[in-house]
Nanobody, 119 residues
Framework: QVQLVESGGGLVQPGGSLRLSCAAS????????MAWYRQAPGKQRDEVAS???????NYADSVKGRFTISRDNAKNTVYLQMNSLKPDDTAVYYC?????????????WGQGTQVTVSS
């Protein structure tokens, strides 16, 4: 059973920073892409950033230049450094891990961590 354990959420003032972490355990599969999503109340869950095993990254336009995704492949851990936070960044942030095994893609989700940006 794969588990993704997120940490690092909390309350921060506008302009502040937070660093989220997500550690994957319980799988013998190689994890390919790891990603962060977020979901604000009443809105759909959207991808924020993703990173491949080789370090290729992709960001949503709304976070480019402010957020940085990174990973430690040896630890199956992904990080999201969030700077210059805005109230619009308030959401539950979810970690996702994907593994392609032959023609089958597996994916797992974390339980989510709340990020609140407010003065």
């Amino acid at each position: 059973q794969v588990q993704l354990v997120e940490s690092g959420g909390g309350l921060v003032q506008p302009g502040g920073s937070l660093r989220l972490s997500c550690a994957a355990s319980g799988t013998s599969f190689s994890i390919n892409t790891m990603a962060w999503y977020r979901q604000a109340p009443g809105k759909q869950r959207d991808e924020v950033a993703s990173i491949t095993t080789g370090g290729g990254t992709n960001y949503a336009d709304s976070v480019k230049g402010r957020f940085t995704i990174s990973r430690d492949n040896a630890k199956n851990t992904v990080y999201l450094q969030m700077n210059s936070l805005k109230p619009d960044d308030t959401a539950v942030y979810y970690c996702r891990a994907l593994s392609l095994q032959g023609l089958v893609q597996y994916n797992w989700w974390g339980q989510g961590t709340q990020v609140t940006v407010s003065s």
